[in-house]
Structure formats: structure tokens, C-alpha cells
């Protein structure tokens, strides 16, 4: 299937490793030119290094921290500076630490906020007048199946509570956009293995005098039908298809990428 990616601009944010970096290589296999960040300049210049010598692909990486309004901006100026305009918006970001209500303060709170929310904001908004002035773009926030079933993740209270605002921006934006032909849609992954996975897993071993591979085994076992955790790249094939010009009627739309993991009929 040809997804119309060939010289499309996608720009892929949170990018030198796990899910961010499967989503730039995927759309750099796909013919896009991808811009892609991160806060450390040597991780995210070896990331694009290392897609360009896989893919042969046009990649720029960037230094910025979406954490704050100056890395965004900084983010989208350099890609547009280079690219001239944006078809393409994946919002991602690292995840929020892990932890229940009763351990985290209002600067906890915050500092999850400007990671989580605000970054989807002030991409979008960075986004938008650029899409809006070439009638059309995708949009597409990578958030979490933790969004719809949270019972998974108690400790990772920062994580529900935020990304579920996330969302309501999203399904509240893609029926405003549409219009313009400007789709917006989400994807939720489930657990696919990364470097956060075992940040996660390390954290929860020790919330139950466990190890990391007995919480991993217990998921493989217990909660996931498909028996193991999911790839990056199963993840990115998702994330590219829906962003792409071949889903051209899908809009508004989360899609959870989990192995089964959801029992939820919606
Ligand atoms: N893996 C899963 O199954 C799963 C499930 C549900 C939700 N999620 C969420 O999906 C997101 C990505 O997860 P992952 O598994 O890919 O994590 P990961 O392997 O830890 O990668 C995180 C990426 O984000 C970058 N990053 C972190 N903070 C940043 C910031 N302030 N500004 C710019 N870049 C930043 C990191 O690079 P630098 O350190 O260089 O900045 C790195 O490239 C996280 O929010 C995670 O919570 C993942």
C-alpha cells in the first residue's frame, strides 16, 4: 500500500529513542522528510544519523525541550526554516514520572502539565497556522491506552489524569479542523517495550518486593492476550498509517496498539 508519504514533511517530536524513534524512521522508510527532536543534541543527531544510513531518508535532527515554550518553537522554526512547512504533527513527549496522588506536590503537577499538555498545545498551535495556510494537514498525539482504562497504572497518576486532557483538546479539535482538512486523531499504545517500559516496570517491582522481569511476565501472562509486549515499530506502522494521507477519512479517532490488552468495547 502506497501511503502517500513521498515528500511529505512530518515532524516527530521526542525522537532519540522508543516510540518517537520508530515513528521518525517508519516515515523516513516511507519517502517523508522528517524533522525530529529531543533535548540531548548528541542522542537525537545519532538517532537521525543512524535512520539516514537505514533509510537513505532526509532527516533533520533538533535540539529542543517541549517542556518549555521556547524548545517548541524551536522545534518548529528549525523544521519549517528547513523544510518550508509542516504536513505532519506527531506529539509525543517523555513520559511523567511514575507515582500515586499521596507522593506528588503541586510542582510534581506542574512540571507534568507543561510536559504533557502543554507540549500538545503549544505544537498544535505552532502547527496549525502553517497547516491552515496549505489547506490541509494530520495531526496526531501519541498518548496512552492508560487514558481509557487507568486500573493498569495506579501509580502513574500524572500520566491518567493528563493525557485524558489531552484528549478532550483533541476530540474537540478534530471536529473544529476538519473543515480546513486538518485531521487530528490519537493512538494509544499499550505496553511496547522501551527503555520507559523498563523504567516502569523497575518502579513497580519495587512498589511490590518484585523484579522488573516478574511484572513483565505477570503482563505477558495475565493482562496482555497476545502474550508480549508490543515492538516500537509495530507501534510506528500504526502511527504512520493513521497520520498518513491513505487514512483520509479517519479523523477524531484514538487508536489503542496493545496486543488486546484493553477490555473496553470503545
Ligand atoms: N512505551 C510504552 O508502552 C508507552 C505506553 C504508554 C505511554 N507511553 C508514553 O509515550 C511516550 C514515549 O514513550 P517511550 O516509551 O518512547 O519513552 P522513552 O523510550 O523513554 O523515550 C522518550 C523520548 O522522549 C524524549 N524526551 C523526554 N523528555 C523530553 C522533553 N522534555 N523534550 C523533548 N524530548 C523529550 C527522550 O529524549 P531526551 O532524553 O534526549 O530528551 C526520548 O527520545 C512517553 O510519554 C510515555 O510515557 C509509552
Aim: with cysteine; proline share 4%; hydrophobic share 40%.
Amino acid at each position: 500500500m502506497d501511503l502517500g508519504l513521498s515528500g511529505k514533511i512530518a515532524l516527530v517530536a521526542a525522537a532519540s529513542k522508543g516510540l518517537g524513534r520508530a515513528i521518525a524512521e517508519e516515515f523516513a522508510r516511507e519517502g517523508a522528510k522528517v524533522a525530529m527532536c529531543s533535548r540531548e543534541e548528541g542522542a537525537i543527531t545519532a538517532a537521525a544519523e543512524e535512520i539516514v544510513r537505514k533509510t537513505k531518508g532526509d532527516v533533520l535532527p533538533i535540539a529542543a525541550d517541549l517542556a518549555t515554550r521556547e524548545g517548541c518553537e524551536s522545534f518548529v522554526q528549525t523544521a519549517v526554516a528547513k523544510y518550508r512547512t509542516v504536513d505532519i504533527l506527531i506529539v509525543n513527549a517523555g513520559g511523567p514520572p511514575p507515582g500515586r496522588f499521596d507522593d506528588l506536590d503541586d510542582a510534581a503537577w506542574q512540571k507534568a502539565v507543561d510536559l504533557t499538555l502543554f507540549s500538545a498545545v503549544r505544537l498544535t498551535r505552532l502547527a496549525l497556522p502553517i497547516m491552515r495556510k496549505q489547506r490541509g494537514g494530520s495531526i496526531v498525539y501519541s498518548t496512552s491506552t492508560s487514558v481509557r482504562q487507568p486500573t493498569q497504572y495506579l501509580n502513574l497518576i500524572l500520566s491518567n489524569a493528563i493525557r485524558a486532557s489531552v484528549h478532550g483538546m483533541l476530540k474537540t479539535i478534530s471536529a473544529d479542523l476538519a473543515k480546513e482538512g486538518i485531521r487530528v486523531n490519537a493512538v494509544q499504545p499499550g505496553r511496547i517495550a522501551t527503555d520507559r517500559l523498563i523504567q516502569l516496570d523497575t518502579d513497580t517491582a519495587k512498589r511490590q518486593g518484585t523484579t522488573p522481569d516478574a511484572v513483565r511476565k505477570r503482563y505477558e501472562e495475565q493482562v496482555i492476550p497476545m502474550g508480549r509486549y508490543g515492538r516500537p515499530e509495530e507501534y510506528a506502522a500504526a502511527v504512520v498509517f493513521i497520520a498518513s494521507p491513505k487514512a483520509s477519512y479517519i479523523n477524531g479517532v484514538s487508536l489503542q496498539v496493545d496486543g488486546g490488552m484493553l477490555m473496553s468495547m470503545w
